[in-house]
């Protein structure tokens, strides 16, 4: 069974990028409507297809058809016969909503629950579009800004006092007082204003801010999404949660339950195969306070920034917990090619910069490569060669920790 090229699925939402991922597949920009992420895998709300000669089949078909030789008999086994994660393209040229994702426990209870309540799959007040829990790894491609986790309580209280509005005050001091039960208690009050006196108080803390915009991002950030999110308590972001900046090639982790945020800039995402959010402000979306409550950690967050550590000759891995998936890039030149190990999972190839080939063993057609191109490559194969100036991000699925180890 030979390397397959993909065909993938951009989402316009509207906080998206009109020029980053047109520039990364090579096409006109920018667009008339921006391009927020690009999809590889099998998720029913975009997935990607195989190209074979000149017909598209959905590779969801052909994982059906040969799921051993696609994924792999311990992938096959483990997953029952599904692809498990979900590899994005995201560019951000405007803040994302604050949000978690649910544990497996809980996407499967609120998927059940809301089946019976005969909710439709694409209804606007939908929270739970399947079954699975939702951990992240975010690779920053350019410079990267995020919310990522409560800050320490007595971090998050010194930073919002300055700009804390009168309405909070009773709020701000149980966060003082009650530590990191306090941070459950300030951010449901924050959640459960009354209209009007949101307004009232994103107005007082917008005037508060902007004064001390020039000496910290957390304050700069505050002004930000006031002016993009009016009335929207979500501005208090910056202030109770990691603000973190992702240097070009840096990390982090997402658990499941880890309230978040994406603010700006393009970075490779890789996560279990679902897309359940449950949003808490920066979004004219819905917003299901109590649910969210419910799936939120509230614990004080230290946040690791996962630099990519050498695994291979040419190829460098970012370790994470997750079962689903685990992402590595590597880094090609004309002196170092890129050779893979004979024991592999499924895998898919996205490329960001250069031009090189593929050969999967048959030295008669090998297989261009450049910026934008994608590939399956199945379990199946026993080895493949990359060569040329290149670098791609690589997607598989770990088989145990011992899979990450340095060299």
Known sequence: MPIYRLENVVQPYAWGSKTAIADLLGQPGPTREPQAELWLGTHPKGPS???????????????????HDILGAYVAGR??????????????????????????????????KENREKKELDAPDRN?????????????????????????????????????????????????????????????????????????????????????????????????????????????GPALLNLICLAPGQAMYLPAGQLH??????????????????????????????ELLRVIRFVETTVEIINAERLRPAEFGYDCPAAEFFLSVIKTTKRQPFFSPSTRGVEMLLCTAGEGRLDDGDPSEPLSVKKGDSFLVPACLDTYT?????????????RSSTDFQVV
Request: hydrophobic share 45%; aromatic share 8%.
């Open 49 to 67: 297809k195989v190209i074979v000669d000149d017909d598209r089949i959905p590779l969801q078909q052909l994982i059906e058809g040969h799921p």
């Open 79 to 112: 997953f029952g016969n599904i692809l498990p994660y979900l590899f994005k393209v995201l560019a951000a040229a405007r803040p994302l909503s604050i949000q978690a994702h649910p544990s497996k426990r809980q996407a499967e209870a609120g998927f059940s």
């Open 128 to 236: 739970y579009r399947d079954d699975n829990h939702k951990p992240e790894i975010i690779c920053a491609l350019t410079p990267f800004w995020g919310l990522n986790g409560f800050r320490p309580v007595a971090v998050a209280a010194d930073l919002l006092t300055p700009v804390c509005p009168m309405i909070l005050k009773d709020a701000l001091q149980d966060l003082k007082n009650a530590g990191a039960d306090g941070l459950k208690l300030f951010f449901t009050a924050m959640m459960t204003l009354r209209t009007d006196d949101r307004k009232t108080a994103v107005l007082s803390m917008m005037e508060r801010a902007m004064p001390l915009a020039g000496r910290s991002p957390v304050y700069r950030w505050m002004v930000k999404l006031a002016r993009a999110y009016p009335a929207d308590m979500g501005i208090l």
């Open 261 to 290: 945020a994406y603010l700006d800039g393009v970075g490779i995402e890789l996560m279990a195969n679902s897309d359940n959010v449950l949003r808490g402000g920066l979004t004219p979306k819905h917003v299901d306070v109590p």
């Open 386 to 398: 990359i060569r040329g100036d290149l670098t791609l991000y690589k997607a598989t699925v770990p």
